[in-house]
């Protein structure tokens, strides 16, 4: 059986919008070769329609190394209740959102290897609330931001169970949950 791996860049105050204004300066070789093993474990990409069509602006001009060219190859599910161009960045399927279970169980029974979720909001919380979502790999950088998207919301009720700690150099701790009874 696959895995669904919910893997999310936080600040220490918990904020996870614009990982691209405070991240990039802790990727030190340690966490890049830990992301990178995270990414080529995974033979599917899982994502709400927000994130898709957010990645899709930039990850098809993304190529020419290991991460970004296994990223842009492996398959991508867009859970969406309104159209999604899923020409923009594929090889992409829709999962309409009210066959989210169904499908996502469905993927999970397939042949292949795990399927991350990059980012954490409604769609984990609905994972992690049926029992398909199998791990939570929480990226916390030593970034105060003060304000921001929440990297829980009130409606992220499900307990879980610390399975490991990874510190890098940098400054970064990876924490990874498994959802109890998951």
Do not use: C
């Not at 309104?82 to 999970?108: C, H």
């Amino acid at each position: 059986m696959r895995r669904i791996i919910a893997s999310t860049y936080t600040t220490l105050d918990g904020y996870i919008d614009n990982p691209h204004e405070w991240s990039l300066q802790y990727h030190d070789e340690e966490a890049q070769k830990q992301g990178l093993d995270l990414v080529l474990g995974a033979d599917a990409l899982l994502l709400g329609r927000v994130t898709y069509e957010g990645m899709a602006q930039a990850w098809p001009n993304m190529g020419g190394n290991p991460y970004a060219d296994h990223v842009n190859s492996i398959a991508k599910y867009v859970v969406a209740s309104n159209p999604v161009d899923t020409a923009a960045w594929g090889p992409a399927t829709v999962v309409p959102a009210g066959e989210l279970t169904e499908s996502v169980g469905r993927l999970k029974q397939q042949d292949g290897a795990d399927v991350l979720i990059w980012g954490n909001g409604r769609l984990t919380d609905d994972l992690a609330a049926v029992g398909l979502l199998d791990e939570y790999r929480i990226w916390i950088y030593p970034v105060i931001k003060g304000h921001g998207q929440p990297l829980f919301r009130p409606q992220s009720t499900v307990p879980v169970e610390l399975t490991a700690t990874t510190t890098f150099d940098s400054g970064v701790v990876l924490l990874t949950y498994r959802p109890a009874g998951a």
